[in-house]
Structure formats: structure tokens, C-alpha cells
């Protein structure tokens, strides 16, 4: 727990890098939906999976 919060917050520091010394607000849009797509779809595909698996027919309750 302790490794994936110091890996976030060294990435917070590269994004806010990369924002600093964008050349356009293009740019910057294009650094914030690539940063958190990634992250927007694990979380997307664990509902999903979640889902599917509480609905299965072929379980006993």
C-alpha cells in the first residue's frame, strides 16, 4: 500500500511537470485524458467483471 501511494504521488510530479511545459491547452487536455483513461477503465472492467459474477445463474445460493 505504502509502494502504490509514493509511485502516485511520484507521478502527480511528472504530470504536473509535463503540464508546466505544455505548449497549448490541446496538449494539456491530451495529458489529463491520458493519465486517467487508463485508470477510468480498470474501474470500468472491475464493475463489469464484478457484475457478471454476481449475476451468474449456474451458482447455489
Not at 7 to 26: C, H, S
Not at 42 to 48: G, I, N
Request: glycine residues 4%; without cysteine.
Amino acid at each position: 500500500m505504502t509502494l502504490a501511494i509514493i509511485l502516485f504521488l511520484f507521478q502527480q510530479l511528472d504530470i504536473e511537470e509535463k503540464l508546466k511545459n505544455a505548449p497549448d491547452k490541446g496538449y494539456e487536455i491530451g495529458i489529463v485524458i491520458g493519465t486517467y483513461l487508463p485508470f477510468v477503465l480498470l474501474v470500468a472492467l472491475a464493475y463489469f467483471v464484478y457484475y457478471k459474477a454476481k449475476n451468474r445463474k449456474d451458482l447455489d445460493d
